[in-house]
């Protein structure tokens, strides 16, 4: 039933997106990639102290942002989600603002990069505690269906090696007994840090786990956008309709170190990565375009010039911002207002 | 918004046990807020080990009144969660003993919601629990846990002893606006009883009560110590020795003014509580204390506390070795009168 507008080559399984839609999906890919650049480039610049990349997720976090519906759903992201965040309205600027730890950062400069907070979008704020915000995302589902709030959903994301945590599987088995409209995005990388997925569990799939929990688990591939984007709306749409959460696995893969703290030389080769990267879904979905008629090379060769532009506009302006000041340590360890704390602990 | 009904109610005190008090306490804000949810362990058909929350379930339904899975852990982080949405949750950890499981949610995550999203989001939480031993409780069914989460800024830490600070320190805790930890000295649950009145009230966070005034000797205690120390005090006042002694309540936030105030005129301080002593509450009042009034004391500060081992044990002998006894108390408050 999928439209397609298929002028030439082949047919596109489009999942019922629009032209518009999948253009969009591809240019939140080409600015997560231009964005993990520059986070590594001002890292080995000495600009900023830390990155963390989402090289190879995104397929996924386009494809899963394309089916959050804005102003209803919950994203609870993990620390790889650059993609989830752009997705649902995070802007370059905020994301610059975090790296460089500006005081138009939202978290006053507070977090460490890429630990997102927008209370405004959705975005819940979170630790790096692994595992622990998906107990706070079943806590924003269970208050959805506390307050009949039908129609909204809450999206967890977090990577496979989260998923040997106690408070995984805790979360998991809580939505699952409490029915509740959660999706449990699984992007599984094959790495967390150095260990591989074998060391992390027994089982080939985490959506395999799902049967333990009594609820439907789903693999897609999570190199393709269109698949993930299919995956996580059917997913969010039984949410949503009240019957309760699903797994959801997107089998991805970690282009880069962990982080630029990180070399993933002392582990793994560079020969695999390049065969993997053979598959990058970056390049791969902007020819699914092309050759789907959706876009022409021009297109593409432009909306890569925009991002290349917004990048470093953001980078500029963000880093003309002012750091926070020192004094703003010390604000917001309780409310204002909360007068016994502040009174008596000086 | 109620002080009219709030006020003709005043007048009606009822005599009700600690537990009592809890109970009350959690049904009325069940009434009150449709915010407020209550979820733990066994808080639904049970209705609570102690039966605090009996008859809930029936008249609140299971929306409100939620059996949750047995995991600690996801206990308080669901109700991070719904905190952070928006809701009240009264979240119960069904004994004290049982909390380490959630250490991180409290700790790592609850404690600093509001701290690093800088106001972005909130965690306005309750989490309750019975702690404290002398009711054969053996080792995991006895701890006293306020130390360990003492050092946490951002996470206030309450242990009210009376049933008419139970009930207005429990409404506080549910009004604060940012995360609570609400102890209740399970030995006092029904051995303690008194007056508490009728309508709704706050006790303020961060005040501590001068439960009995005296002039020799400042004490300060709290839980089920409290009231032995009152028993001890009350015994040494025929004897001609004049004990002042004040109930911490707020264990987190300190009222360093009550405590200063009362030393400063007794010049003398004896600590007392259940906790083993080594890092607990009564080192932070003695360093205080030496802090801000070292050369206002006429004797050195004495701290009477739970001895430095992993916890009491199940046999007669070994719980009340480890508790402290009213005799020692009065025997520390004398000393220190003498001195």
Known sequence: ?346 | MMAATAQQQQTATTVMTNVEAVRTTLHDALARDDRVLIMGEDVGARGNVFLITKGFLEEFGPQRVVDTPLAEASIVGVAIGMAMEGLRPIAEIQFADFIYPAFNQIVGEAAKTRYRSNGDYTCPLVIRTPYGGGVRGALSHSVSIEALFYHVPGLTILAPSTPADVKGLLNAAIECPDPVLFLEHKKTYRSVKGEVPGGYYTIPIGKADVKKAGTQVSVVSYGYNLHQALDAANRLEGEGVSVEVIDLRSIRPMDKTTILDSVRKTRKLLIVHEDNKFGGIGAEISAMVAEEALFELDAPIRRLAGPDVPAMGYAHPLEEEFMISTDEMAEAMKALAKY
């Open chain 1, 1 to 346: 039933m999928a439209k397609t507008t298929a002028t030439r080559g082949r047919e596109l399984d489009r999942a019922g997106l629009s032209d518009e839609q999948l253009v969009a999906m591809l240019r939140n890919m080409l600015l997560q990639r231009q964005l993990d650049n520059r986070g590594f480039q001002l890292n080995r610049q000495g600009k900023i102290p830390f990155a963390l990349g989402s090289e190879g997720h995104e397929a996924v976090q386009a494809g899963a942002a394309t089916a959050f519906r804005r102003g209803a759903d919950v994203l609870v992201p993990y620390y790889r989600d650059l993609g989830l965040a752009l997705g649902v309205g995070m802007t370059p600027f905020e994301i610059l603002s975090s790296l460089f730890a500006r005081v138009t950062d939202r978290s006053g400069g507070r977090q460490f990069p890429n630990h997102y907070t927008n209370h405004d979008l959705g975005v819940l704020s979170i630790s790096s505690i692994i595992a622990g915000h998906c107990t706070h995302a079943v806590g924003v589902a269970a208050a959805f269906k506390y307050r009949g709030e039908t129609g909204r959903a809450v999206i967890v994301s977090n990577g496979e090696g989260a998923t040997s945590q106690g408070e995984w599987h805790e979360s998991v088995n809580f939505a699952a007994v409490h029915c509740l409209p959660i999706v449990f995005l699984v992007q599984n990388n094959e790495w967390a840090i150095s260990t591989p997925q074998d060391m992390q569990m027994k089982v080939a799939n985490v959506a395999d786990k799902a049967p333990g929990y009594g609820i439907p688990g789903a693999v897609c591939d999570g190199f393709s956008p269109i698949a993930a984007y299919k995956a996580v709306h059917e997913a969010l749409e039984r949410a949503r309709g009240g019957s309760g959460p699903t797994i959801v696995e997107a089998k991805c893969y970690r282009f880069l170190s962990h982080s630029t703290d990180d070399d993933d030389r002392t582990y793994r080769s560079r020969d695999v990565i390049e065969e993997r990267r053979k598959l990058d879904p970056v390049p791969r979905f902007e020819q699914v375009l092309i050759e789907a008629g959706v876009i022409d090379e021009a297109r593409a060769k432009a909306l890569k010039a925009d991002v290349l532009r917004e990048t470093n506009e953001a980078t500029d302006a963000a880093e003309a911002q002012p750091y926070p000041t020192a004094e703003s340590l010390y604000t917001n360890v309780v409310a204002a207002d909360y007068r016994p704390w502040q009174e008596f602990q000086q």
